[in-house]
Nanobody, 125 residues
């Protein structure tokens, strides 16, 4: 069974940090790029960051670049999103999506091969 499982969300104060994990099973993780998205209440899902299969291709949304860092550990089939200097507007459910070819944003979310269930991040002022 293919599974992506996000974890690490929670409640933090503005300016704080969280590290999200995306643990994969049922796939050869090193052959999949990992893309991070988030969705705030009442808003569309938006792209956050992406990392290529070997970690060489990295992309960030402009509103998180410089604060968030994406990485991966293929030996543990896990990708990470380190989030620093968190802002209230970062509050959202964060999702990871794995794909054999897509590294970054495409408008049709069905193009991504697999999605996790999401983890809630809440940033308080």
């Amino acid at each position: 069974q293919v599974q992506l499982l996000e974890s690490g969300g929670g409640l933090v104060q503005a300016g704080g940090s969280l590290r999200l994990s995306c643990a994969a099973s049922g796939i050869t993780f090193s052959t999949y790029a990992v893309n991070w998205f988030r969705q705030a209440p009442g808003k569309d899902r938006e792209f956050v960051a992406a990392i290529g299969r070997s970690g060489g291709g990295i992309y960030y949304a402009t509103d998180v670049e410089g604060r968030f860092t994406v990485s991966r550990d293929n030996g543990h089939s896990t990708a990470y999103l380190q989030m620093n200097s968190l802002k209230v507007e970062d509050t959202a459910v964060y999702y990871c999506a794995a794909d054999r070819t897509i590294v970054g944003y495409v408008s049709d979310y069905s193009k991504y091969d697999y999605w996790g269930q999401g983890t809630q991040v809440t940033v308080s002022s």
